[in-house]
């Protein structure tokens, strides 16, 4: 995977980050794993931009910021990733464009 992760494989990135993340194959690495499914999520991977918001919103092999996790939450939420739609619902967020919905024009019942 390594190799063609870093040739630009958006799929292989995706899965060398989960690789580095569980440690499957590899020492578990949180930051290495940050790398990797942020290039994937660049490219546009919903998997990776769901997994890299978890690594910002958990602070795991990166550190924690809210702004990175909502942005990449919405990123995935676009492309109908189930469980970034449910986390930005849990944060107060829609799922449609990151906003947050106690924000004016929200419709107030956000827990943000």
Do not use: I
């Not at 580095?20 to 790398?35: F, I, K, Q, S, W």
């Not at 910021?65 to 995935?76: E, F, G």
Request: with cysteine; net charge negative; charged share 25%.
């Amino acid at each position: 995977f390594r190799h063609a992760a870093d040739r630009g494989s958006p799929a292989s990135a995706a899965l060398l980050g989960r690789c580095y993340h569980t440690g499957e194959g590899v020492t578990a690495d949180p930051a290495r794993a940050v790398h990797y499914y942020k290039a994937a999520a660049e490219a546009g991977r919903p998997d990776a931009q769901f997994l890299l918001a978890e690594a910002y919103n958990n602070g795991d092999g990166v550190a924690f910021d809210h702004d990175s996790a909502v942005r990449w939450y919405t990123a995935a939420a676009r492309q109908g990733h189930k469980l970034a739609m449910r986390q930005l619902a849990e944060l107060g967020y829609s799922s449609d464009d990151g906003s947050n919905e106690d924000s004016p024009g929200g419709d107030g019942n956000g827990s943000r």
